[in-house]
């Protein structure tokens, strides 16, 4: 696979100075026009339904993993009811190797303010945060992120919903 590259679109920028801000190691940036990704989510993110996924797992036999998930779970409904919180899963569904429970962020505020959230409050769990590109496979593998410990995902059943979505979208 091949990638643009990140230059795309900065071709006859000014060069960067390359002098230190005061703390003697960060490199001096001159003020310039704030990224719309603070405010929308870069393609090919589609944010029609949410942009991120977040996919919070524990070992259903492990009961203190499991009380620390039901425990997150409740946290997580009463101090971001904006966001979309599904069920708690007490055994692996789907793709998902293990149990866990998802949320769902729609802005690219939610995302970082979540994710923050996440890293100092997720205990002993493992995250897989990923974005909606409308390609569950490449979101599930290529453009994931994880908190701790990865999972081997069952990408066989990502690969079926693709093929399925394609077949219907060439009927259409």
Do not use: C
Not at 21 to 28: E, H, I, M, P
Not at 55 to 63: A, E, F, K, R
Not at 82 to 99: S, T
């Amino acid at each position: 696979m091949s990638y643009k590259s990140p230059l795309d679109g900065y071709e006859n920028a000014e060069p960067l100075p390359t002098e230190f801000n005061a703390d003697g190691k960060s490199l001096y940036n001159p003020p310039g026009p704030k990224s719309a990704a603070y405010d929308e989510f870069p393609k090919p993110i589609d944010s029609s339904n949410n942009g991120f996924d977040f996919h919070i797992y524990h070992i259903q036999t492990s009961p203190s993993e499991a009380k620390y998930a039901q425990e997150l779970h409740e946290r997580i409904r009463r101090e971001f009811p904006e966001l979309r919180i599904y069920r708690f899963w007490d055994k692996p569904v789907g793709p998902h190797p293990v149990a866990m429970f998802e949320v769902n962020t729609f802005t690219p505020h939610q995302t970082g303010t979540f994710f923050s959230w996440l890293v100092v409050n997720r205990g002993p769990l493992s995250v897989l945060v990923h974005p909606n590109t409308n390609d569950a496979y490449r979101d599930h593998t290529e453009l994931v992120t994880w908190m701790g410990r990865p999972w081997l995902l069952n990408t066989e059943l990502l690969n079926q919903a693709s093929n399925l979505k394609d077949r219907t979208n060439a009927t259409h």
